[in-house]
């Protein structure tokens, strides 16, 4: 049925600010799409948004979970009812979407708006549906909410984290201002005020012990700190995790961390890690117990408190993440303590419910030990232990999510990492969050339909069939940076042949999908360049094993390495989200050149 938008918009019930914000969104993008202002009206309005109790339960469909809404299409116009506020919002994007706009990445490159078609014939399904989640806390880590945060930029992700159907934003403070100046930083800059428009809750400071128990008092109580080779040291890199068996310590850090909860009322899930990369203390209390036994208590004594004088937040620390990596033996987790679980670097070729998935024992441990208040750390959209290139990782969502559902798994945490490949990421974003609010839908299926919205028609297919190959072939993008065989290359190559080359033409005559589609050809361009390395390593191996010379072979593959590497500072230099520069000279130099220095070596060494 066919939306008339100059019949406008009305809100039906209480206002309240994220019901205007849905309005506002509504009407805003009604208006770009139509080309004509929508009106706000009173009554026999195009869409109305409002809590389901503003519409009486008559006509609308309901699905149990969180956040949900449900939304009535007919001749009378289109009723969006939500369960709860954000509901209403989701809501709002539902039918958006349904009208041809997609969100695939946050707003930070000019050249790539989000894709809000231009039509005045805006045809919805006639009919009725409901939509929830059965997962409670759904967190957007998106990358600008980490250390030093870009205001600006922690808002467009924070508007495109809801987009996707996140209702919480996860905040991982830096370690040297202190917790309080940062969340100042955070209300006067605007973020909180955008995050409460929007119904959003707030997860974090995440690594932050060395807040609340400050390296400053070091001096004062060195016993408070942890022993690493029998002397006391502070948090820091190449220090150790503070004293966790030591009760005064352990009391001032319940001291400073409640008075953190207390000032912060956004703060909806109270997580806190010990810093990263550091140790246990080895004092020898502290090693005669499981580190989750110490840290376990710890949390226990928090929450105590906060069960006073903040009731309702939950307190959530690390599990299966260094240095707690076991359950606890003997402590019992505190019925208010949540865990968030991660499994740094894995492999997403498999997922939790598979039998083969290397870390599943060590996951339902966690699952019993407490007793599913887990939170499960997503690094699909990470780029820093995972590919460079990333694919869709759907096969890994298909599996994860069965298991989240078998398991009645209530937490969600997308840890998108590092900044700058804000773009490269972006689509397991997407799958992850709206995946995990609507549970029906297929992720390869889902990649496949915003491929084609994203690039337009001629394109889209071609690259919905190219997504579609990585999602399907997850190896392909791991062999890329690991390593590849003369397979993968030949992969590679055909897809530039068959499907790449064409989209690129295909999108040429409209500027907006060429940018797109340039940016997956530069993606690829730099996948054949870094398996032209491992090309050249397997020769240069294959010649030395055979006993012949290969230093013309090795200069080559120095030149070549060395454009490589400033190929990625050109990709990186166009601020496109398609690589992280502070990356290059450090993690990727390490893979694609380190190699010849040890090959060097060996045949200047060999007789
Ligand atoms: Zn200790």
């Known amino acids: 049925m066919l939306i008339d938008p100059s019949r406008g918009v009305s809100l039906a019930g209480a206002a309240s600010p994220p019901l205007e914000f849905a309005i506002g969104e509504l009407t805003d993008t009604l208006s770009a799409m139509s080309g004509r202002p929508v009106p706000r009206v009173q009554k026999d309005a195009a869409v109305t948004v409002g809590r389901r109790s503003a519409f009486g339960a008559a006509g609308l469909p309901r699905a149990d979970g969180f956040d949900g809404y449900a939304i009535s299409a007919g001749p009378d116009g289109v009723r969006i009812a939500g369960d709860n506020e954000r509901g209403c919002i989701y809501g709002v994007y539902d039918?958006?979407?349904?009208?041809?706009?997609?969100?695939?990445?946050?707003?930070?490159?000019?050249?790539?708006?989000?894709?809000?078609?231009?039509?005045?014939?805006?045809?919805?399904?006639?009919?009725?549906?409901?939509?929830?989640?059965?997962?409670?806390?759904?967190?957007?880590?998106?990358?600008?909410?980490?250390?030093?945060?870009d205001t600006d930029i922690a808002i467009r992700q924070m508007d495109w984290g809801m987009k996707l159907r996140y209702n919480t934003m996860g905040w991982q403070a830096e370690n040297r201002t202190p917790l309080l100046a940062q969340y100042q930083i955070l209300k006067d800059s605007g973020v909180l005020r955008e995050l409460t428009r929007r119904g959003m809750m707030l997860h974090g400071p995440a690594h932050s012990f060395d807040h609340f128990l400050p390296n400053e008092l070091f001096e004062e109580?060195?016993?408070?700190?942890?022993?690493?080779?029998?002397?006391?040291?502070?948090?820091?890199?190449?220090g150790a995790q503070f004293c966790w068996s030591n009760p005064d310590a352990r009391r001032a850090f319940v001291d400073n961390a409640e008075a953190f909860a207390l000032a912060v009322p956004e703060l909806s899930v109270f997580c806190t890690l010990g810093f990263d990369g550091g140790p246990c203390c080895q004092c020898p209390r502290c090693a005669a117990s499981e580190p989750a036994d110490l840290v376990m208590g710890l949390m226990a004594e928090l929450a105590e408190r906060l069960a006073v004088s903040r009731p309702g937040l939950p307190v959530e620390t690390s599990g299966g993440y260094n240095p707690v990596h076991e359950p606890p033996q003997n402590?019992?987790?505190?019925?208010?303590?949540?865990?968030?679980?991660?499994?740094?670097?894995?492999?997403?070729?498999?997922?939790?419910s598979d039998a083969s998935y290397a870390w599943k024992d060590n996951l339902e441990l966690w699952r019993d030990a407490v007793d599913g208040r887990l939170t499960l750390t997503q690094y699909y959209t990470d780029n820093f232990a995972e590919p460079w290139v990333a694919a869709p990782y759907s096969r890994a969502i298909v599996s994860d999510r069965k298991w989240v559902l078998e398991n009645g798994v209530d937490g969600w945490y997308m840890l998108m990492w590092p900044k700058d490949y804000w773009w490269n990421h972006s689509l397991n974003a997407m799958l992850g969050g709206r995946c995990l609010y609507d549970v029906t839908l297929d992720p390869y299926e889902l990649t496949k339909q915003i491929a084609r919205r994203y690039f337009g028609p001629g394109a889209g297919e071609l690259l919905a069939e190219y997504w579609d190959e990585w999602g399907r072939n997850v190896e392909l993008a791991y062999a890329v940076r690991d390593g590849s065989k003369p397979a993968d290359r030949?992969?590679?190559?055909?897809?530039?042949?068959?499907?790449?080359?064409?989209?690129?033409a295909a999108a040429s005559a409209d500027p907006v999908f060429?940018?797109?589609?340039?940016?997956?050809?530069?993606?690829?361009?730099?996948?054949?360049?870094?398996?032209?390395?491992?090309?050249?390593?397997e020769e240069i191996e294959a010649l030395k094993s055979a006993g012949q010379p290969c230093e013309a072979e090795l200069q080559q593959a120095r030149e070549y390495t060395g454009g490589v590497l400033a190929f990625l500072h050109e990709l990186a230099d166009l601020e496109q989200g398609l690589v992280d520069r502070k990356e290059i000279p450090t993690f990727m130099r390490a893979k694609i050149v380190d190699w010849l220095e040890e090959v060097s070596d060996s045949v200047r060494t060999s007789p």
Not at 333 to 349: E, F, L, M, Q, S
Request: charged residues 30%.
């Open 331 to 352: 402590a019992r987790i505190h019925k208010d303590v949540r865990v968030v679980w991660a499994h740094w670097g894995r492999w997403h070729g498999e997922g939790y």
């Open 221 to 238: 109580h060195p016993e408070w700190f942890g022993m690493r080779d029998g002397a006391r040291v502070k948090q820091v890199f190449g």
């Open 95 to 149: 039918l958006l979407e349904r009208l041809g706009c997609l969100w695939l990445a946050p707003d930070q490159d000019p050249l790539d708006p989000p894709h809000i078609p231009k039509s005045d014939r805006l045809d919805v399904p006639e009919g009725a549906w409901a939509v929830a989640s059965p997962v409670r806390w759904r967190v957007c880590n998106a990358s600008s909410w980490f250390f030093e945060m």
């Open 490 to 504: 030949e992969t590679l190559a055909r897809q530039r042949r068959e499907l790449i080359e064409p989209a690129v």
């Open 514 to 537: 060429a940018h797109r589609a340039g940016k997956v050809e530069k993606l690829h361009w730099m996948a054949e360049r870094l398996t032209r390395v491992h090309a050249m390593r």
